[in-house]
């Protein structure tokens, strides 16, 4: 299975510095080699400067999300749907909220930081995750994107 990123997230990632691009394609990258074919869904959300990527067992995107990976002007968070409820020895996950917790990945060797690959797989194997009518053999990526959009606004204020 190709790990390298889809075009249309390379195409978004453009508007970012390289070395958050290198932080994004390195966290999507553990995502997929822990989760193997899966659904990938990008939403690109202007207002906020930031992309988002679920990643789903099945097409069922938000009832059956495993993990999402949202980059940010100056690092990447790996979420999780349901991170309150996950055994977390290292303590890597952070956030307060009801049910989802993050880790924060700053460099492109935070992902083999150790355990959070361990958070990856435990995600996966959660129970109330749905199972594909037809067993995935590649990762299935869907862009969503407004209509008829301009392009998109750098992930910075232009300066000059």
């Given at each position: 299975?190709s ?5 249309e997230?390379?195409?978004?990632l ?11 394609t ?5 995502v ?5 074919p899966c659904?990938?869904?990008i ?5 906020n400067n ?31 749907p ?16 009801k049910?989802m917790?993050?880790?924060?990945i700053r460099?492109?060797?935070?992902t083999?930081r150790?355990?959070?690959?361990d958070l ?9 995750l749905?199972?594909?009518a037809?067993?995935?053999?590649k ?5 969503k994107?407004k ?5 998109p ?5 232009k300066?000059f």
């Open positions: 299975m790990r390298s990123a889809p075009r997230l390379t195409d978004l453009r508007r970012y510095e390289s070395g958050v691009q290198a932080v994004a390195a966290t999507r990258s553990a997929v080699d822990e989760i193997g659904h990938e869904t939403f690109q959300v202007y207002q930031v992309i988002s990527i679920l990643y789903s067992t099945t097409e069922k995107r938000m009832k059956d999300n495993v993990c999402l990976v949202v980059i940010y002007r100056d690092h990447v968070n790996l979420m999780f349901r991170g309150v409820d996950m055994k977390d020895p290292r303590g890597l996950l952070e956030g307060g909220g049910a917790r993050h880790v924060k460099t492109a060797a935070d083999k150790t355990g959070v690959r990856i797989r435990q995600a996966k194997k959660r129970p109330d749905g199972k594909p037809e067993p995935l053999t990762v299935v990526t869907t862009l994107a209509k008829a959009q301009a392009a606004k750098p992930a910075w204020p300066l």
